[in-house]
């Protein structure tokens, strides 16, 4: 019963890493790091930004989907 439920979480962290990985933006900054452009308010508070928590998300949803693979390949 707890493999099953494990399982569907499994699959709902799946779908949601998925949405938020495509829902970043890319990490190119173009022409704008070489004239020093990219010191912006937005990328000094970038932290607090819609792309900051993005990013957060992203890496403790990895957490969590590494765990439960883990969890769900052992024989048990």
Do not use: P
Not at 41 to 63: H, P, Q, V
């Amino acid at each position: 019963m707890i493999r099953i439920i494990l399982s569907i979480i499994f699959v709902l962290i799946c779908v949601v890493l998925s949405a938020i990985i495509l829902l970043q933006e890319g990490k190119q900054q173009g022409l704008g790091t070489i004239g020093g452009m990219a010191d912006s308010y937005w990328g000094k508070n970038k932290a607090r930004s819609m792309e900051g928590n993005l990013e957060k998300f992203t890496k403790y949803g990895a957490i969590l989907f590494f765990i439960l693979a883990l969890v769900l390949n052992l024989n048990i």
